[in-house]
């Protein structure tokens, strides 16, 4: 027999953007804001989410899954604030994919949850095209790790909704300059807002828990209006 | 290394749609891989020879069409390309340019296909 031609025309990470709808729905009909977190090693993505968790656990329920490809270290140090907290071990991958995050929250009843936070692996590159279902993609970027981290990584920075330059409370001793970092995101995510934060001493904490809240009660209003106008064509039909 | 990963989803997806069709084995494959996908193609080829091992892939030719990564200018209303440095701002003018009108796919195009189990062999 002659081979012949298939066209297909198909996403290649098909499964994964599929299995992230899915969860997307999930999350919208239990009520959870969902965050992935994603920077490179090092950043203080473990301290931020440590201290975000014990804030917000006055007044709301949030949870956090932590993606590591060894050790169960940063899923301990989250659940001293008493949140739900579960560690996924990659072994070796170098992101999270949404077949990981539905594993890990598969025995959680996230119904009322007002907050998941996915900690993805440190990893500047690679979790740029799996979609994990979330709301907000979160980008750290470290005062420590200089002005230009995000022209040397725009891809995995193209995709972020917010912008964190994080570890603030540093920026005097590495002589960070705020004006050149903020001028490289915005070359790189037109856009893009950034709150400038220390988990350490809680500058800029406010900024970010407020901003949260906020997109939090935005997503609520829409899935609300969502729901009635589906109502009103239900009862309409 | 997340071409692996990408790699098993080319195979995967590949072999699904030819066991469907009846084909024993995929002797080509067309990818559409966009200039900010964060994909290195050489990583892809290796990590595809090795995804493609006891399956219908196996052995498999791999044709890459890179896509440019291209945006649209508001200010001067024109689509723009942009260069492989990823500087979100248009090149004539200056203007910040954050729509992207292309360069972003990871796209499984098309299969050649054949009933015969063995190569040529």
Same mark, same amino acid.
């Given at each position: 027999?002659?081979?012949?031609?298939?066209?297909?025309?198909?996403?290649?990470?098909?499964?994964?953007?599929?299995?992230?709808?899915?969860?997307?729905?999930?999350?919208?009909?239990?009520?959870?804001?969902?965050?992935?977190?994603?920077?490179?090693?090092?950043?203080?993505?473990?301290?931020?989410?440590?201290?975000?968790?014990?804030?917000?656990?006055?007044?709301?329920?949030?949870?956090?899954?932590?993606?590591?490809?060894?050790?169960?270290?940063?899923?301990?140090?989250?659940?001293?604030?008493?949140?739900?907290?579960?560690?996924?071990?990659?072994?070796?991958?170098?992101?999270?994919?949404?077949?990981?995050?539905?594993?890990?929250?598969?025995?959680?009843?996230?119904?009322?949850?007002?907050?998941?936070?996915?900690? %993805?692996?440190?990893? =500047? #590159?690679?979790? !740029?095209?799996? +979609? /994990?279902?979330?709301?907000?993609?979160?980008?750290?970027? &470290?005062?420590?790790?200089?002005?230009?981290?995000?022209?040397?990584?725009?891809?995995?920075? %193209?995709?972020?909704? =917010? #912008?964190?330059? !994080?570890?603030? +409370? /540093?920026?005097?001793?590495?002589?960070?300059?705020?004006? &050149?970092?903020?001028?490289?995101?915005?070359?790189?995510?037109?856009?893009?807002?950034?709150?400038?934060?220390?988990?350490?001493?809680?500058?800029?904490?406010? +900024?970010?828990?407020?901003?949260?809240?906020?997109?939090?009660?935005?997503?609520?209003?829409?899935?609300?209006?969502?729901?009635?106008?589906?109502?009103?064509?239900?009862?309409?039909? | 290394?997340?071409?692996?990963?990408?790699?098993?989803?080319?195979?995967?997806?590949?072999?699904?749609?030819?066991?469907?069709?009846?084909?024993?084995?995929?002797?080509?494959?067309?990818?559409?891989?966009?200039?900010?996908?964060?994909?290195?193609?050489?990583?892809?080829?290796?990590?595809?020879?090795?995804?493609?091992?006891?399956?219908?892939?196996?052995?498999?030719?791999?044709?890459?069409?890179?896509?440019?990564?291209?945006?649209?200018?508001?200010?001067?209303?024109?689509?723009?390309?942009?260069?492989?440095?990823?500087?979100?701002?248009?090149?004539?003018?200056?203007?910040?340019?954050?729509?992207?009108?292309?360069?972003?796919?990871?796209?499984?195009?098309?299969?050649?296909?054949?009933?015969?189990?063995?190569?040529?062999?």
């Amino acid at each position: 027999m002659q081979p012949r031609i298939l066209e297909l025309r198909t996403k290649i990470l098909k499964k994964n953007d599929e299995l992230a709808r899915q969860l997307r729905a999930e999350f919208a009909r239990w009520g959870v804001f969902v965050l992935n977190v994603v920077a490179g090693p090092g950043a203080g993505k473990t301290e931020l989410l440590a201290r975000t968790l014990s804030c917000l656990n006055a007044g709301y329920r949030a949870a956090a899954v932590v993606g590591d490809l060894a050790t169960e270290n940063d899923a301990a140090r989250l659940a001293a604030s008493g949140s739900d907290v579960k560690q996924i071990l990659t072994g070796t991958m170098c992101h999270l994919e949404a077949e990981m995050v539905r594993g890990a929250i598969a025995d959680w009843d996230l119904n009322g949850c007002d907050f998941l936070f996915i900690e %993805n692996v440190g990893n =500047l #590159v690679c979790p !740029s095209s799996w +979609d /994990l279902g979330e709301d907000l993609r979160v980008l750290l970027c &470290a005062v420590t790790e200089g002005e230009d981290k995000p022209l040397k990584y725009p891809t995995l920075i %193209n995709t972020a909704d =917010l #912008v964190l330059i !994080s570890k603030t +409370d /540093l920026a005097a001793a590495v002589e960070f300059d705020v004006a &050149a970092t903020l001028k490289n995101i915005q070359l790189v995510r037109p856009g893009v807002p950034v709150l400038l934060v220390s988990a350490k001493t809680g500058q800029g904490m406010d +900024d970010w828990l407020a901003f949260l809240k906020l997109r939090r009660e935005e997503k609520q209003q829409r899935w609300n209006t969502d729901n009635s106008a589906a109502r009103d064509s239900k009862s309409l039909s | 290394m997340h071409e692996l990963s990408v790699a098993q989803c080319v195979v995967d997806e590949a072999c699904k749609a030819a066991a469907k069709e009846g084909a024993a084995r995929v002797t080509k494959l067309w990818l559409r891989i966009g200039a900010l996908a964060g994909i290195v193609e050489e990583a892809l080829r290796f990590c595809f020879d090795v995804a493609a091992e006891g399956t219908a892939c196996q052995g498999a030719a791999l044709e890459i069409e890179r896509v440019d990564l291209s945006v649209m200018c508001e200010n001067c209303r024109q689509p723009r390309t942009l260069a492989e440095r990823f500087l979100f701002v248009c090149p004539e003018c200056g203007s910040p340019t954050p729509e992207i009108l292309a360069g972003q796919e990871l796209e499984l195009v098309s299969l050649e296909i054949t009933a015969d189990a063995a190569a040529d062999s």
